[in-house]
């Protein structure tokens, strides 16, 4: 089985600051790992996707990722932050058995 | 190129009855999935098709059925409706060869009075 721990429920961020979404896996097989974007009332957007080679992948929008297998964790950064990357974020692992596992969400609101 | 398409956007409905959501897939893609999102909550998976057959089912009650047509769209069916099925049900499609590999589209949002 595998499951994803989105270590923080809740980021409040100012505009233009740094910020770093945390995931955690636990797998006991190679898996592929992905992040997704849902702005309210929408449905989700792929942001980025590790699927094997660098462990640092960069996505849409400016958001980066990297991947620690010692540590099981796909952790999200962008370097500066605007007010229209106020969402949803959600980490999810697929260990190729069809499915997508998601973790429970991070809700990101930029303040001016 | 057209991205995943739901239908329709908003559906109200009561306890004990059927609901049936429409989905089509991005272009190309020929395999599709259905993920229920209750309010707050990560998305879970409800199942997959590809060649017009259940792949795989996640740990929802027979109540919960599909079906895939020859152009690969689908079906989402729920039975019996109960409260705690007001959700948003989210359709994603890949590749049968990159089925992790998932695009989703805007989903249906159900709520059961």
């Known amino acids: 089985a595998q499951s994803v721990t989105q270590l923080d429920s809740q980021v409040p961020v100012f505009e233009e600051a740094p910020v770093e979404l945390r995931c955690n896996y636990s797998?006991?097989?190679?898996?592929?790992l992905f992040w997704y974007v849902q702005y309210p009332n929408q449905g989700l957007q792929l942001l980025l996707k590790?699927?094997?080679?660098?462990?640092l992948v960069k996505g849409i929008n400016g958001f980066e990722a990297e991947f620690n297998k010692s540590q099981t964790s796909f952790h999200l950064r962008k370097p500066s932050v605007h007010i229209s990357d106020t969402a949803e974020y959600f980490c999810a692992v697929s260990r190729n058995d069809y499915k997508l596992s998601f973790g429970a969400g991070t809700t990101v609101t930029v303040r001016a | 190129d057209a991205g995943v398409t739901q239908s329709p956007t908003h559906l109200i409905k009561t306890r004990g009855q059927q609901v049936t959501l429409r989905c089509s897939p991005k272009s190309g893609h020929d395999t599709v999935s259905w993920y229920q999102q209750a309010l707050g909550q990560g998305p879970q998976f409800i199942f997959q098709?590809?060649?017009?057959?259940?792949?795989q089912r996640g740990n929802f009650p027979d109540r919960f059925s599909g079906h895939q047509f020859p152009n690969y769209s689908s079906e989402l069916n729920v039975n019996a409706l109960l409260l705690g099925d007001s959700a948003l049900y989210l359709c994603?499609?890949?590749?049968?060869?990159?089925?992790?590999?998932?695009?989703f589209g805007p989903g249906t949002r159900l709520t059961v009075t």
């Open positions: 098709y590809y060649e017009e057959e259940e792949r």
């Open positions: 590790y699927l094997s080679g660098s462990t």
């Open positions: 797998s006991s097989v190679s898996v592929y």
């Open positions: 994603a499609s890949s590749l049968r060869t990159r089925s992790y590999e998932q695009y």
